[in-house]
């Protein structure tokens, strides 16, 4: 069916985001879904845009909630990333910014957990964290899965090799640790220099909650 003029009617729903998979790479990135008033209403994140957009298309296998959210989409922007860690964190910054309606950072988010950036020490230490914000950093997230922070911490200790250590074990470590051993601290508790002793606790779990 077309209007009058034979312009095709505007997409809307299930529909819609069909049209949007066809062109869609299989690439990982962010995607967000918006209303009739451009309000967003949803922000996701995809190891494969292509495949995770899809599963949109099946409004019937949808819960009663999602099948909402696809009924109430009127467009759709799509950000591609090179890695699905940047995806991940890119995520979380748009879900703290915009509060999409749908996103389930709406619900009471204090158990689901952060990653924090600590700032107010000689040495940044990068950790996961529950509750409040009591530690003076930067907070990114709220994440809905815990792996999916353990594995971007682990990223972010090879890629800027940052302490996980408590504030404790950094200033009482005398040995070499693990952590520098197997390049995923710089050792700022001695300078890096691996005859004064490593930072770390002795293994690549300190400091993950």
Do not use: W
């Not at 910054?93 to 009471?108: E, S, T, V």
């Amino acid at each position: 069916m077309t209007r009058a003029d034979d312009t095709p009617p505007l997409l809307t729903g299930a529909a819609l985001i069909a049209d949007h998979v066809r062109r869609l790479p299989a690439k990982p990135g962010v995607y967000r879904m918006m209303d009739a008033h451009g309000a967003v209403l949803y922000v996701g994140k995809a190891k494969s845009l292509k495949v995770r957009v899809k599963n949109y298309t099946r409004i019937d296998k949808q819960p009663n909630r999602i099948a909402r959210m696809i009924t109430a989409t009127r467009s759709m922007e799509f950000i591609v990333t090179d890695t699905e860690t940047e995806a991940l964190l890119l995520e979380a910054n748009l879900i703290k910014r915009l509060k999409p309606r749908y996103n389930i950072l709406l619900r009471d988010d204090k158990s689901f957990p952060y990653i924090v950036l600590r700032h107010d020490h000689e040495a940044p230490q990068v950790l996961k964290h529950r509750g409040a914000r009591s530690l003076k950093g930067d907070y990114y997230g709220p994440f809905a899965s815990a792996s999916a922070v353990n594995r971007t911490l682990d990223t972010l200790q090879k890629a800027f090799l940052l302490r996980t250590c408590s504030d404790p074990v950094y200033e009482g470590r005398s040995r070499p640790c693990m952590l520098h051993q197997i390049k995923r601290c710089s050792a700022p508790c001695t300078g890096g220099d691996p005859a004064r002793g490593l930072c770390g606790a002795g293994g690549p779990g300190q400091g993950f909650s």
